[in-house]
């Protein structure tokens, strides 16, 4: 089983940086596909990164390829997302979850949790 947590979020100014952090509370993250998910202010939550459990393979949305990277430590049971030169549109409250990949997204099966605010200021 597995219960994701999020932490790290905070308030930057454009172009700084966050490292947010998802540990898992029940033991299954080293089986899983980890993934980031993002829902800005008055907008869809949408797919941001994922990790395949062995980290060989990690995925981007266009949106964040080259700033964002996304990393876990499966002894830890908690996986990472490194967000550089961050910008407003950033803005939004990062949440992890698990699931299979597809393509160039992951599918959450997992519960939501509370997420963590990102907000990026001018």
Do not use: H
């Not at 910008?87 to 997420?115: E, F, H, L």
């Amino acid at each position: 089983q597995v219960q994701l947590v999020e932490s790290g979020g905070g308030s930057v100014q454009t172009g700084g940086s966050l490292r947010l952090s998802c540990a898992d509370k029940k033991g299954g993250f080293g089986y899983v596909v980890v993934g980031w998910f993002r829902q800005p202010p008055g907008k869809e939550r949408e797919f941001v990164a994922s990790i395949t459990y062995d980290s060989a393979q990690t995925y981007y949305a266009d949106s964040v390829k080259g700033r964002f990277t996304i990393s876990r430590d499966n002894a830890a049971k908690t996986g990472y997302l490194l967000m550089n030169n961050l910008k407003p549109d950033d803005t939004a409250v990062y949440y992890c979850n698990y699931g299979p990949q597809r393509g160039p997204t992951m599918i959450p099966v997992g519960s939501w949790g509370q997420g963590t605010q990102v907000s990026v200021s001018l």
